[in-house]
Nanobody, 117 residues
Framework: QVQLVESGGGLVQPGGSLRLSCAAS????????GSWYRQAPGQQRELVAL???????NYADSVKGRFTISRDNAKNAVYLQMNSLKPEDTAVYYC???????????WGQGTQVTVSS
C-alpha cells in the first residue's frame, strides 16, 4: 500500500509563507496526478492545487498567484509553496495522488496550517 506523508505545516502570521512537502513511499508521481486539498472546520474538503503526470497545473481561484505546486519525481515528492498567507487559508492540508479516473488513489494523513497573528 502506497503511503503519503505530509510535512511543513505550522503556525504562521498573515502574509507569511510555508512550504508543504508530500513524500510517497513508492515512485508514483510520474504516473499519477498529484494534488493538495484542504479542509477547514465545518467545511467540505476542497481542491487547492493539482499537477498532472503530464505537468498541467490548476489552482483554486482563492490561491492563484499565491500558491505554487511542484513535483520532484526523483524524490517521489510533491510540494506546495504557500506565500502571502491569509487567515482564511487555515485548514488541514492533505496530499493526494490519483489516477485520472480515480480508480487508484491515495491520501496523506494531513498537516495543520494555521494563519493567525
Amino acid at each position: 500500500q502506497v503511503q503519503l506523508v505530509e510535512s511543513g505545516g505550522g503556525l504562521v502570521q498573515p502574509g507569511g509563507s510555508l512550504r508543504l512537502s508530500c513524500a510517497a513511499s513508492e515512485s508514483i508521481f510520474s504516473t499519477l496526478d498529484g494534488s493538495w486539498y484542504r479542509q477547514a472546520p465545518g467545511q467540505q474538503r476542497e481542491l487547492v492545487a493539482l499537477i498532472t503526470s503530464g505537468d498541467s497545473i490548476n489552482y483554486a481561484d482563492s490561491v492563484k498567484g499565491r500558491f505554487t505546486i511542484s513535483r520532484d519525481n526523483a524524490k517521489n515528492a510533491v510540494y506546495l509553496q504557500m506565500n502571502s498567507l491569509k487567515p482564511e487559508d487555515t485548514a488541514v492540508y492533505y496530499c493526494n495522488a490519483h489516477s485520472r479516473n480515480w480508480i487508484r488513489y491515495y491520501w496523506g494523513q494531513g498537516t495543520q496550517v494555521t494563519v493567525s497573528s
